[in-house]
C-alpha cells in the first residue's frame, strides 16, 4: 500500500513514518522547505517537499497514495497573536481537504487520517468524556477554538465531500524521538536534566506513548469508520509524577519544590501581563495555564474496540523519552571533546 505523511518530520508524524516502513509500505512523506527532518532521514521513503498552501505539491504527493495521514498542526497555544493558529489549524486543513477531494485525487484514496486532539471533545470535571461529547467554542482559548474548528471542517468534508476521513484525537504524548522539543517534551529534558526549579502542581494530564498514538493512527486507517472521532489517550497522570518518573528514569532528583494551583494562576497572570507590556510570547500566561487545567477523564474504549488498539502504559514512555534526552545530552558532549 503507498501512504504519504504530511508533516512527517513532527514528533508524531515522524513516528507514524517509522512504523509504516517497518510495516513494508510505500512511504511518501511531505515536509516544508527547511524542515528540520533528523527523525526521518535514515528512512527510505519518497519525499516532497513544500507546505501545506502548496498545492501543486499537495496534488503531486497524494495522487496514487491510497493512505493520507496528516499530522501538521501549531500548538503554540500561548502566543498573543492567535492568527498564525488558524492559518496553519483551519485555512492549511481547510486547502488541504480540498486538494484531496479533487477527481484526479480521491479516485485512489482510501482513508485520510487526520490527527486532532482530545481538547475538542466537551469535558467537565466529575465526569468521564467520550466522543459523544460536543465542545461549545464559547469561551475556549484561541489555540483550542483553532483545533475544533479545524476538526469540524474535516468532518464536514467527510460527511458532504465523500472524503474518506477519520479524526484521532490524541492526548499528550510522550517518548523518544522528540527532535524538535515539544512543550511536554522540554518539560521531561528538564526534569531528566535536573534543571526543573519547580513541578506545578494540582496539574492532571490526559496522556499516551508516542508509539502507541502513531500505532492508533496506521489503525484507523484499517478500521476507522469514516466520519468518526476516535479518542486516543492512555490515562490520566499527575504532572508532579511525569516529573518524578522522568528524573528517577535520568538518575538524578526530582525538584524539591512544588508550586500550588494558586500560586501558578498568580504566575501565568504575572506572564500575560509582562507579554501585553513588551509585546512577546510567554509561555506560562493564563491562556496556557487555562489549556492545563481544562481536564477531565476520557473513555478511549471506542478506539480499543473498534481499532483493537491496545496501549502500554505511558509512564514507559516517560522513562524513554528521559533516557532519549540523557542520551542526547550525552552524544552531543562526545562530539564536542
Known amino acids: 500500500m503507498t501512504a504519504l505523511v504530511i508533516g512527517a518530520n513532527g514528533f508524531l508524524g515522524s513516528h507514524v513514518t517509522r512504523q509504516l516502513v517497518a510495516d513494508g509500505q510505500e512511504v511518501r512523506v511531505m515536509v516544508r522547505p527547511g524542515a528540520d527532518t533528523v527523525g526521518i532521514d535514515d528512512l527510505p521513503v519518497t519525499r516532497f517537499t513544500g507546505d501545506i498552501f502548496d498545492s501543486d505539491v499537495l496534488r503531486d504527493a497524494m495522487t496514487g497514495a491510497e493512505v493520507v ?23 492549511g486543513t481547510r486547502n488541504v481537504c480540498e486538494v484531496a477531494t479533487e477527481p484526479g485525487v480521491a479516485t485512489g484514496l482510501r482513508k485520510f487520517v487526520y490527527t486532532s486532539s482530545y481538547v475538542t471533545v ?29 476538526e469540524n471542517l474535516v468532518l464536514d468534508y467527510a ?42 502542581g494540582g496539574i492532571e494530564l490526559e496522556a499516551v506513548g508516542i ?29 508532579t509524577e511525569v516529573v518524578r518518573i522522568a528524573a528517577e528514569a535520568a538518575g538524578v532528583e526530582p525538584p ?37 487545567r481544562a481536564e477531565a477523564p476520557v ?13 502500554a502504559p505511558v509512564e514507559d514512555s516517560i522513562r524513554e ?11 552531543r558532549r562526545q562530539r564536542a571533546g
Not at 466537551?122 to 475544533?148: F, Q
Not at 479524526?167 to 517518548?175: F, Q, R
Open 69 to 91: 495521514y496528516y499530522c501538521v498542526v501549531d500548538t503554540r497555544g500561548w502566543l498573543r497573536d492567535p492568527a498564525p493558529l488558524f492559518r496553519t489549524n483551519v485555512a
Open 211 to 239: 508509539d502507541d498514538a502513531a500505532r492508533a493512527l496506521l489503525l484507523a486507517a484499517d478500521c476507522g469508520r469514516v466520519g468518526e472521532r476516535y479518542l486516543v489517550s492512555e490515562k490520566m497522570i499527575p504532572n
Open 299 to 311: 473513555d478511549c474504549s471506542k478506539a480499543r474496540n473498534e481499532l483493537g488498539w491496545r496501549p
Open 321 to 331: 523519552a528521559a533516557r532519549f534526552w540523557v542520551g542526547l545530552r550525552a552524544a
Open 256 to 292: 524539591s519544590r512544588t508550586v500550588p494551583l494558586p500560586v501558578s494562576w498568580v504566575m501565568a497572570a504575572v506572564g500575560s501581563l509582562r507579554g501585553r507590556i513588551r509585546g512577546t510570547d510567554e509561555r506560562l500566561s493564563l491562556g496556557s495555564l487555562r489549556l492545563m
Open 159 to 200: 460527511h458532504r465531500r465523500a472524503l474518506p476521513a477519520v479524526a484521532m484525537c490524541v492526548s499528550t504524548t510522550y517518548g523518544a524521538g522528540d527532535w524538535g522539543r515539544t512543550p511536554h517534551g522540554a518539560i521531561i529534558a528538564g526534569a531528566a536534566f535536573g534543571k526543573l526549579p519547580f513541578v506545578m
Open 122 to 150: 466537551g469535558r467537565k470535571r466529575g465526569r468521564v468524556a467520550t466522543e459523544a461529547d460536543i465542545i461549545s467554542e464559547r469561551g475556549l482559548t484561541p489555540y483550542v477554538r483553532s483545533r475544533v474548528q479545524a
